[in-house]
């Protein structure tokens, strides 16, 4: 249950950085996107 309950947070957390990362890549585009090149 130990190990079950570990491998939970591990997969939670990279998820967690999966999502932090795809927001910042979105806002860093749309910065991009309406920037005057």
């Keep these: 249950m130990q190990t079950l309950w570990r491998l939970f947070v591990v997969i939670a957390a990279l998820v967690a950085i999966v ?19």
């Design 19 to 37: 999502a932090v990362g795809a927001g910042l890549l979105s806002i860093v585009a749309k910065l991009f996107i309406h920037a005057p090149l």
